[in-house]
């Protein structure tokens, strides 16, 4: 049997990740018509390339229907309740850097961080009856940051899409979204919160705890060539049954 | 689960030979009032949904509140209840999200020191042999040191807010004892808010939108302004209330740490606090309970149920992967919410019958 290797199907993240591979001496190629999800891999043995959305990636890994994916670390976090004990973070691979922070209106001169917003939530909740509201489609990331942090008096609501625009239409107060220039921020009169972001996230290749490591005999030639020091032992020693 | 239900068949017998009432609850209980009683934790775990005719509502997350409800609109005085049925959280992990809690609840205007002593007695009897460790607190204490605080009432708000938040409240009280990372942050934004008029610094920051209006920025402003001349809490105060929140000792032994010279810094506002924690000590003493071999923790229960407000304890196992087997504490406040002004003193705990199965199973 194969070692399956789970890759973006589209855009910069695949043309990023197949340059990562080919700069470590393994061609991983799109096959057949162009709009055909199938591909090849060169330079190795025994691997097969599948190419799934990027979003799709960290569901796969956890059903351990693919041996390795690469998605982005977020995603990850967010879509994997404890994550850690479904897949193990083999590399960093230094491309699709975004990070995930909180966002305030810029007219908000009295807040520059979790202190002041904290602060801002119990006022908020006082005044208008109900809590302060922060826009996210990053539930469980917000959510762990915030009660770490011991913010309270606040409550997410759900924006998949033009999270940016949910404060000038009154369905948020503030906002919790990916961003790597800042750029939609600004346009939408936003600022960020001087505190670490909640998650600084990039393109990442994950191997699944829960799939069969016995049969996937390619892992020890392919971590070689991509010069990875790998747990194998761990990986084939954590089924699915077993996790915690 | 059968042996779960087993064993909690058996403590539920138990609480009825003590003396209560058994009583049931729904299962699918008002979200939108009731949910804010439990605090930041369990009101992200609760499992909610919505009904077309009753609005929001949710699987109960525990027992306490419907239970206080029900007596609210006309219990008998004194009485004591108990309960037994499945509770629902949200879990990451494997962690059980459903899950038996059998309870007993005691509500009495006389004598509070001898029904904490009452309900702790009884959950110390009936899970004797079950190599557990018990451990008391007493949130009362802690509220009472933050009010005895020389500050302003805005700052023991925000500290009050934030006793069930161990990482926040150490963050603000370093604040505002003007040390650490915050004070400077804070010395920063006020020195910027001073360069103008509020209006003024919020029309140059930018096109204003959302919700929270000038008004409130320019209130928060105020606020920030006049908190910039409160002096900075008492130095000896923040490291006495410091050491309070570190304090493990035997019980008797922290009651004389705490009334000791050294806690002179907050001495006047604890003493209250501190005759009801020695009523409660010769009431357990008086029940059979050690109390000179009593753990106590002045820290314990703030990462709990945001309701308590006086006596804490718990029961927990050896072994750190699992929850408590029971909690429980004093919950007076709660009363008078639910009584709409109404009030009576209430205490009363939980014990978890899973857990027992499985300590049970393990040996």
Known sequence: MSLKLGVPSKGRLMEKTFEWFAARGIALTRTGEAREYAGAVDGVDGVELVLLSASEIPRELAAGRIHLGVTGSDLVREDLADWAAQVVELAPM??????LIVAVPKAWVDVENLDDLDAVAAAFRARHGFRLRIATKYHRLVRDYLRSHGVADYQ???????????????????????TSTGETLRANHLKILRDPPVHCSQATLFAARAADWTQAPALTGLAEKLGLALPPERLGQMPLSDRR | MIQAEAIAAELLAQMQDAGAQRVAADILQPAETLLDLYGEDIRARAYVTHDPALGEMMLRPDFTVPVVQAHMKGGAEPARYCYAGPVFRKQDGRRAREYLQVGYEVFARDDPARADAEVFALFSRILDGKDLRPVTGDIGILKAAVAGLETSTERKSALMRHIWHPRRFRALLERMGGQGQLAEARAELVSNLRVARAEALIAEAGQMVGLRSADEIGARIATLLRDAETPPIPREQVQALERLLSLHAPARAALGTMRAQGWAALAPALAPALDRLEARLEALDAAGIDSGNLPFEASFGRTTMEYYDGFVFGFVSVRDDLPPVATGGRYDAL??????????????????PEILAELEGAL
């Open chain 1, 94 to 99: 230094g491309f699709g850097h975004a990070d």
């Open chain 2, 335 to 352: 009363t008078s919410v639910l009584g709409q002004g109404r009030a009576i003193p209430a205490v009363g705990g939980v014990i978890r």
């Open chain 1, 156 to 178: 997410l609501v759900d924006s998949q899409g033009a999270t940016e625009g949910t404060v000038k239409n009154l369905t948020a107060e503030a906002i919790a979204d990916i």
